[in-house]
């Protein structure tokens, strides 16, 4: 639910020669940024103000706030605005904080710029979620309640279905079981109307579908005007429609297409064929005839986005005018189950969309001593479900249980999680009811290699010598299978206490292709506390050097060491 791309148009404002400086790195970076050039300090930033996205000024505050003031309408229209100082040591989000998307922005241009984001809204200054950043529509009285939320105050959480929110804090809570909220504050999460006041705020969650059929050269107010009729008739809000859908053959028809535009949802479409699989109230064989489905609207909808009539309920059925029909389904909501890899162990080998995601998740499923790694990124409220070593497949049920409960989880592992980690053992047992999300994260091989050199500059094979799951004679042949390749090759889980010889017989298998003093290097710990370098060779490796902490790469033929550093070549044709 973060951004984690700048807006799609940036204008840049700089009025000194160390501005312009800055501005030039954000345009080296930024293919959509650009520097507004102008006649005047003012001119150029009302410029950038009335035709970019956001608006990035290296000026002075005073001097931003007093040109724009009166050019200010609402935070939903408004471009984002941050200010950086001359020296770029801060970056202070001034307008746009939440809805334009100025923290994120803030938050990048620091990055670049080796600046300190400057943040204000007051959600963010605490760690938690603002509502508006939740990735849904929000309406209602959301000042109100972000405030009550902010203060502690009590705020009941009432959902018509379990969608996965992100974790909110204690104080946002269901009302008691059996029990009708009265008073207070609420925080409904619902796609229905809902008449307005002063203590509640509404996320619109996207469980709406418009199935949209039409005569060729249908009008677009004909089938909006429909498709807004019908919704208010059955006390809808269009805030919750996911996207509008059809068949394949109404893909192109503009009247369809500029409705789904001016909504800001896609426009999915579906062959007959597998339109007519839809079992629907009210088929046609005069449709039949004309598409080869007996069902356009109803169908379209009950398939949705990703074809899954199973979980939806048709709301609404088929209404016609004289060249439009729309009908509308509602789809359940699905948990989420993020896979998340957090990188070989420092946080600045974290990702973003990692981060993002541990803020997303409402439970977070790990390994005791990953989860102490990223505690701090955790949201107020959020559930942790801790374990320690061996038990790799009760975090798996876990995990997959919690989403399968409409829960938003993040399960974490280290290095990348489908890399010897936890998303193999998760997928088997996710199924359809869960919408799975993969993080990918900076592998342990990456991570060693990059301290090593350039070891996998050419074709490498990873392998795990760990017997646990795995019988010694199916690793003992792949790692033959490597040798006989000439595979550079990278040992995870190289050794333990309990397993002391497997390492000392893949060194022999390697030895028997390969020159002795092939480059072998360890590292143990890369890029976290007591990290540590050994080089060695195929003849002269003590595997008592190495544990479980350790990753274990062996060059190939051609690898040798250069400068202190293994370096694999490429074979390119220049070099001869």
């Known amino acids: 639910m973060t951004d984690l791309n700048p807006p799609a148009r940036i204008g840049l404002v700089a009025a000194t020669a160390a501005g312009r400086r800055h501005a030039d790195t954000l345009t080296a970076a930024w293919p959509h940024a650009r520097l507004v050039e102008g006649n005047s300090v003012a001119d150029t930033l009302r ?44 970056a202070v989000v001034l307008l746009g904080g939440h809805a334009g998307g100025g923290n994120d922005l803030a938050e990048q241009v620091g990055a670049l710029l080796d600046a300190r984001p400057v943040i204000t809204t ?6 938690l979620p603002g509502l508006d950043t939740l990735g849904w529509p929000v309406q209602g009285a959301v000042a109100a309640v972000s405030r009550a939320i902010l203060d502690g105050e009590p705020v009941h959480l009432i959902s018509d279905a379990a969608w996965p929110l992100p974790a909110l804090p204690p104080n946002v809570q269901p009302p008691p079981a059996g029990t009708v909220a009265e008073g207070g504050y609420r925080l409904l999460v619902t796609d229905r109307l809902v008449p307005p006041d002063d203590r509640t705020a509404v996320l619109r969650p996207p469980s709406l579908v418009a199935g949209v059929g039409a005569s060729r050269g249908v009008p677009a107010a004909e089938v909006a005007e429909l498709l807004h009729r019908v919704l208010a008739d059955a006390g809808l809000d269009p805030a919750s429609l996911r996207c509008l859908a059809s068949a394949d053959v109404k893909a192109d028809e503009a009247g369809i297409r500029s409705t789904a535009d001016a909504l800001g949802v896609p426009l999915v479409t579906w062959p007959a064929t597998r339109l007519a699989t839809v079992d629907v109230p009210h088929p046609s064989e005069v449709v039949r005839a004309a598409v080869g489905t007996p069902s356009v609207a109803e169908a379209a909808a009950l ?117 010897y980690a936890m998303a193999s053992p998760a997928l088997e047992y996710a199924d359809e009811r869960i919408d799975v999300v993969g993080v990918p994260g900076v592998t342990a091989a990456l991570a060693a290699g990059a301290l090593l050199g350039a070891p996998l500059g050419h074709d490498h094979a990873y392998l795990s010598l760990s017997d646990l799951h795995t019988p010694w004679e199916v690793i003992e042949r792949r790692v033959t299978a490597a040798a006989e390749g000439d595979f550079v090759t990278v040992f995870y889980n190289p050794r333990s206490r309990a397993r002391d010889w497997q390492l000392g017989k893949a060194l022999g298998i390697l030895a028997a ?64």
């Open 47 to 90: 410029t950038a103000w009335a035709g970019c996205d956001a608006v990035i000024a290296f000026l002075a505050t005073g001097a931003v706030v007093r040109i724009l003031a009166p050019l200010l309408g609402d935070k939903h229209s408004d471009p984002a605005v941050v200010v950086v100082d001359e020296a770029a040591r801060h």
């Open 122 to 127: 007051a959600t963010d200054a605490v760690g």
């Open 303 to 419: 398939l949705g986005p990703d074809g899954r009539p199973g979980d939806a309920t048709l709301l609404v059925g088929k209404t016609a005018t004289a060249m439009a029909t729309v009908a509308v389904a509602r789809h359940a909501p699905r948990g989420r189950l993020a896979v998340v890899g957090l990188g070989p162990g420092t946080a600045d080998l974290r990702t973003p969309r990692a981060v993002a995601e541990l803020r997303r998740a409402a439970v977070v499923v790990g390994l005791d001593q990953y989860l102490d790694q990223v505690r701090d990124v955790f949201r107020p409220g959020t559930r942790v479900l801790s374990s320690g070593l061996g038990a790799e497949e009760a975090r798996a049920r876990a995990a997959v249980a919690e989403a399968t409960a409409g829960r938003a989880v993040a399960l974490i592992g280290s290095g990348d999680a489908g890399v």
């Open 513 to 576: 292709h390969r020159p002795p003093d092939t480059p072998v290097g360890v590292v143990r710990n890369a890029s976290r506390p007591g990290e540590r370098l050994h080089l060695a060779t195929l003849t002269t490796l003590d595997p008592a050097v190495v544990d479980m902490y350790s990753v274990v790469v062996v060059g190939n033929s051609d690898t040798r060491l250069v400068a202190g550093r293994m370096v694999t070549p490429r074979g390119y044709r220049w070099r001869s």
